[in-house]
Nanobody
Framework: QVQLVESGGDLVQAGGSLRLSCAASGNIYGIKAMGWHRQAPGKQRELVATITTGGTTNYADSVKGRFTISRDNAKTTVYLQMNSLKPEDTAVYYC?????????????WGQGTQVTVSS
């Protein structure tokens, strides 16, 4: 079993910054990538940023230049530095991790952390 524990969500004013963290534990063998998605009320969950074990990053156009995804040396904790936050960034942010298993790729999700940006 794999567990993802997120932290760092908060209420912040527009223009402010937050740093989200997500730590993976348990059977993390075969981890391929970790990332962040978000879901605002009444909207579908959308990709925010991902990072592979090789360090390749990918960002949604809406956050490029403002958000930075990174990971620790053990590659089991991923961070999302969010700067110049906007009210439209308000959402529940979910961490996810992809694992290569014998049965194929398995995706695990965290419980989510609330980010609220006030105008």
């Amino acid at each position: 079993q794999v567990q993802l524990v997120e932290s760092g969500g908060d209420l912040v004013q527009a223009g402010g910054s937050l740093r989200l963290s997500c730590a993976a534990s348990g059977n993390i063998y075969g981890i391929k990538a970790m990332g962040w998605h978000r879901q605002a009320p009444g909207k579908q969950r959308e990709l925010v940023a991902t990072i592979t074990t090789g360090g390749t990053t990918n960002y949604a156009d809406s956050v490029k230049g403002r958000f930075t995804i990174s990971r620790d040396n053990a590659k089991t904790t991923v961070y999302l530095q969010m700067n110049s936050l906007k009210p439209e960034d308000t959402a529940v942010y979910y961490c996810n991790a992809e694992f290569l298993r014998l049965s194929g790729t398995v995706v695990v999700w965290g419980q989510g952390t609330q980010v609220t940006v006030s105008s």
